[in-house]
């Protein structure tokens, strides 16, 4: 089963725009990690953010952590058509190896 | 750097069927684990190996099984294909042990069953 569900399950917006999607889980965690996925393909790893981390920036990419309400959220800035792709959440957990659980995703549209 | 390489990339089997697909890990990699995608369960976590050794395995039937060798190329394996088992399986390897190492994710192999 899920970890926990993901918010919106689909986006649309213009380019240009920002995005923002949140995760929500339901255990303890070491890190909440964000991938995207385009079309059926392999994930690409997005960014990692550890339990004792609030938040954390790569290029366009900010994300939260509150684990007082056991929430992530995703913020894509000034988005592009090339965003355009699901975006999942993921957590992984201590003495858990590299095992991860993956929420079930946002479909992001981005119009040019 | 070589990425991740799974084969193959497509796959029609009949029910009752046996199917082996193939992950090749990054260089110098030494984890793999697998997920299973599918539109109504999401990805779920199947199997992870680390030297060699299945470190964790995810809450599906026997059927699933897997293996790692000692060059930390891994197949799994799943016997007696129902057509439940369709979907998109996906491999990811990592340097390290534990998951706050970054996971590389091959394109994965989409299985149907007929």
């Known amino acids: 089963s899920q970890q926990g569900e993901e918010d919106p399950q689909a986006l649309s917006i213009q380019e240009g725009e920002n995005a923002t999607m949140n995760c929500s889980y339901k255990t303890s965690i070491n890190n909440l990690q964000w991938y995207r996925q385009n079309s059926g393909r392999g994930l690409v790893h997005l960014i990692l953010?550890?339990?004792?981390?609030r938040e954390k920036h790569s290029g366009r990419l900010r994300v939260t952590l509150d684990t007082s309400k056991k929430s992530s959220s995703l913020l894509i800035t000034a988005s592009r058509a090339a965003d355009t792709a699901s975006y999942f959440c993921?957590?992984?957990?201590?003495?858990?190896?590299?095992?991860?659980?993956f929420g079930g995703g946002t479909r992001l549209m981005v119009k040019p | 750097k070589a990425g991740v390489t799974q084969t193959p990339r497509y796959l029609i089997k009949t029910r009752g069927q046996q199917v082996t697909l193939s992950c090749s890990p990054i260089?110098?990699?030494?984890?793999v684990s697998w997920y299973q995608q599918t539109p109504g369960q999401g990805l779920q976590f199947l199997f992870e190996y680390f030297s060699e050794t299945q470190r964790n395995k995810g809450n599906f039937p026997g059927r699933f099984s897997g293996r790692q060798f000692s060059n930390s190329r891994s197949e799994m394996n799943v016997s007696t294909l129902e057509l439940g088992d369709s979907a998109l399986y996906l491999c990811?390897?990592?340097?390290?042990?534990?998951?706050?190492?970054?996971?590389?994710f091959g394109p994965g192999t989409r299985l149907t069953v007929t």
């Open positions: 993921a957590t992984g957990f201590t003495g858990a190896g590299n095992m991860l659980t």
């Open positions: 260089s110098g990699h030494r984890s």
């Open positions: 990811a390897s990592s340097l390290g042990a534990t998951s706050v190492y970054e996971q590389y």
């Open positions: 953010i550890r339990s004792n981390e």
